[in-house]
């Protein structure tokens, strides 16, 4: 009998791993994942399931849990997070909201940051060119916790795309989801205090978590005029290095 002839190396399946791996097709993975996610998103509306269609009968621990579970999923499709907010606040007071609503936060960030570094950090990466995409790369890569930190702190910068941006920079997964956790405690909270407290509009809570939102909202407004109008600015200019001196020749030269 003639013996077995050994596939070549270059065979159809190690080509087709390849090319699925490929950085390129890593992210028309995204690109779809991500169109699919928003589809879904304008289609079924899960953000009314969380505020107006959630079970009564499930309550305590294992709600808040399941609720939580729903949020990061829901942030990661592009749901609003200040919608979510409300509804926790709405479905389980100040306290368990805050939590469902922090947990669901730094779930949905960690399932975003995931996709877009395995997915889309090695294709994007060498397309950031411009002004603008070069400075907050350089930022985020080399001062990630308290760039992100900023991000979370001061509401301007939208949740995906903050945390997109994250992905294809050098941040490391610790730095990126403990100032995700920090600082989106303040704004999550003036949300999911309005949103226990909406039944009553003039009640001090309610009016100082409202207020809050406002003035955070003007604050990220400035900050981000500020910053942008400094990126803006012309490059200082640098100084030419001088040119070496040239070496005066021995007289008479070598004997």
Request: charged share 10%.
């Amino acid at each position: 009998m003639l013996a077995p002839v050994p596939r070549p190396p270059g065979s159809l399946a190690l080509r087709c791993s390849r090319a699925l791996l490929a950085p390129r097709a890593r992210l028309s993975m995204l690109a779809l994942l991500l169109l699919t996610a928003a589809a879904l998103v304008v289609l079924y509306e899960p953000q009314r399931l969380l505020s107006s269609g959630w079970p009564r009968q499930t309550d305590g621990t294992g709600a808040v849990m399941l609720f939580g579970l729903a949020y990061g999923v829901c942030t990661a499709a592009f749901v609003p997070r200040p919608v979510l907010n409300l509804a926790a606040g709405a479905l389980f007071g100040s306290a368990f909201g805050l939590t469902a609503a922090i947990a669901g936060t730094v779930l949905g960030a960690g399932i975003s940051f995931t996709l877009g570094r395995f997915l889309g950090q090695e294709a994007l990466r060498p397309m950031l060119r411009g002004r603008w995409l070069t400075a907050a790369d350089g930022q985020l890569s080399r001062h990630g916790f308290r760039s992100m930190l900023a991000i979370r702190l001061f509401p301007g910068v939208p949740f995906a795309a903050a945390n997109y941006c994250a992905a294809v920079s050098r941040m490391g997964y610790v730095p990126f989801l403990v100032a995700t956790a920090l600082g989106s405690v303040p704004n999550t909270a003036a949300y999911v205090v309005a949103g226990a407290r909406a039944g009553e509009p003039g009640s001090p809570a309610f009016l100082l978590s409202a207020g809050f939102i406002a003035l955070s909202a003007v604050a990220a407004a400035v900050v981000a005029w500020r910053k942008r109008h400094h990126l803006r600015a012309p490059a200082p200019a640098v100084a030419p290095e001088p040119e070496p001196e040239p070496t005066p020749e021995t007289v008479g030269g070598p004997r």
